[in-house]
């Protein structure tokens, strides 16, 4: 291999990792496989703009969102009545005025990973640029997978209190802290569509809300379909098929990263996914006493909507779907001598992951809270 990593040589490892993920699809690779499908909806979903603070010219840069606060001014209540208000004076009076409420955000989301390979390879048919994009797969699925992890966690962790208190007595629901528990029994019933959409929107939560499920409507969601095409129970496929575009189940991370058999109910107006490479797609030098030169690599798989204003606040672009972008650091350096006296390299590559997964501001307790909802099931 070159001393140095060359364009061709980047793009080359870049098709050979497109090549691999899309065709190899033996039990050898799929082994490693892993759905993300709660990081995937919601990232395509999510309608956060960005601003040119967030990245600065690569620098890390806090961005302050201000907002305003009408508790007083909603928590008073008004006069109404069948003759004018009997207290009015010359003078107006006392009056409740509007407050402001800030929130700062800044990329909380730092996921890196490494692999080495070495050039003696004698008695290896496992060429260098392969092993390179094999590995390179390996851990971009790893990225992919913890990203998802990580946004269950955001959703579970900002999950809000369920103020519809008679509401959930009507349905037989319990609360406790932000957890609302539902009865087995309610969810083997395609009712239990109509019940969420209800109690969601009881907090506020319009329509258009994701349902993010672990196992819990798994079944009845794979044979709606089916049971639709009896004359009795056709509305029951009817129901499922209207929820198809705004369901989705995680059966191998969810009720893992949770630590119980859950459903969330989610605004995905209230979460935002950012992320940012600093690297372009040509390999470009950084240390050459240590020989290190970086590239970015769009991932296969992952993609994020995107939306973008200028430093006045006007939008630049229409959203679009763009991929998620990663930093790959390559180091090369020699090792020592193989069995015929010749110098042997090893290369060590990293790839990094920048990028946040921020929450809007929440609404004033108690009309609104954070826009997410949780639900377990009972006995």
Known sequence: MAVTLTASNALGIQVEASRIWNMDKTQSTQQYSQPIPVIEKLAQMQSLRHLPIMTDGGRCVELK????????????????????????TCDIGTCASPGSLAK???????????????????????????????????IMLKIRT?????????????????????????LGWTTAGVNTTIPAVQWATASILMKMALNAAKNRIQNGFVIVDGTNLWI????????????????????????KDTYVADIFNLDTAVGTNSTFVVNPAMLGFYNRAKYSKVPQQLDATNNTQAFSIDDPELRNRFTELNANGVQVNSPVMAPVQYDVLVQRSCTGR??????????????????????????????????????????
């Open 338 to 379: 193989d069995a015929t006296g010749r110098p042997t390299y090893e290369t060590k590559v990293e790839v990094m992951f920048e990028g946040a997964i921020i929450t809007a501001p929440p609404g004033i307790t108690p009309n609104h809270t954070t826009g997410i909802l949780k639900y377990t099931k009972g006995a």
């Open 146 to 170: 913890e990203l998802n992890r990580r946004m269950i966690v955001s959703i579970n962790s900002n999950a809000g209190a369920n103020v519809d208190a008679a509401g959930l007595t009507t």
């Open 65 to 88: 969102v201000w907002y305003p606060d009408l508790s007083d001014i909603m928590g008073g209540s008004v006069y109404s009545g069948a003759t004018p208000n009997p207290a009015a």
């Open 220 to 243: 009845e969601s794979a044979l709606a379909p089916y049971i639709g095409l009896n004359d009795s129970t056709r509305s029951e496929g009817k129901l499922f098929a209207d929820y």
């Open 104 to 138: 700062t955000y800044t990329p909380n989301v730092y996921i890196s990973h490494c692999f080495t390979i070495s050039d003696n390879l004698c008695a290896n048919d496992f060429d260098f640029q392969r092993q390179f994009a094999v590995s390179l797969n390996a």
